[in-house]
């Protein structure tokens, strides 16, 4: 594409709103649809792509800015991240910062009551990996089935509302065998 020289055609051309048409992944570009023009492909902006980098490309029907140096298309780059009537903000409340995620998930930290919630969708999974160790300081509840694959140490006290099972035998309903009146001992559980 030819680019002009004229000074008020370079202004009009330097920035464009756009809508996403493709997405190359593998090279980290895409199209823009401007009008009746698709672009070439054009490298989008990231929130960093150096010692940190962020991944979050755009969506097919995302619009977006596409700013243009000297009105020149070819040296075009996406800026992303314009809320619109097809993809509208995820919340409006001020004191929440939140992610959606395509199939559902949410990330939101509300800053005014300190409350982070993390929501992913039927069969989701969450894994973090800490080879250091991770530490939660706070109460915990776990609604649901806990499996724990090492040794477990208590500091305080285990307090278990139905039963505690330990080799197959049951501390609530556990028998000994050769009890004794006196000061034997009894055997081992059956």
Known sequence: MAYSTDPEQQIGDAIQYGVVATVDHGNATCTV?????????LPWVAQ??????CWSPPSVGEQCVVLSPEGDLE????VLGLYSN?????????DVVQIDMPD?????????TH??????TAGGTATINAPGGATING???????LTVNDDVSISGTATAGEDVVGGGKSLKVHKHSGVQ????QTGAPV
Do not use: C, K, Q, W
């Open 75 to 78: 040296n075009g780059f996406v």
């Open 104 to 112: 559902g998930a949410t990330i939101s930290y509300n800053h005014a």
């Open 181 to 184: 009146a006196g000061t034997a």
């Open 33 to 41: 649809t401007l009008g009746e023009l698709i672009t070439g492909e």
């Open 115 to 120: 409350a982070l919630a993390v929501s992913l």
């Open 139 to 145: 109460p915990v509840t776990i609604n649901g089935l």
């Open 48 to 53: 960093r792509a150096a010692g940190t980098r």
């Open 86 to 94: 097809a993809n509208p903000a995820p919340s409006n409340d001020p």
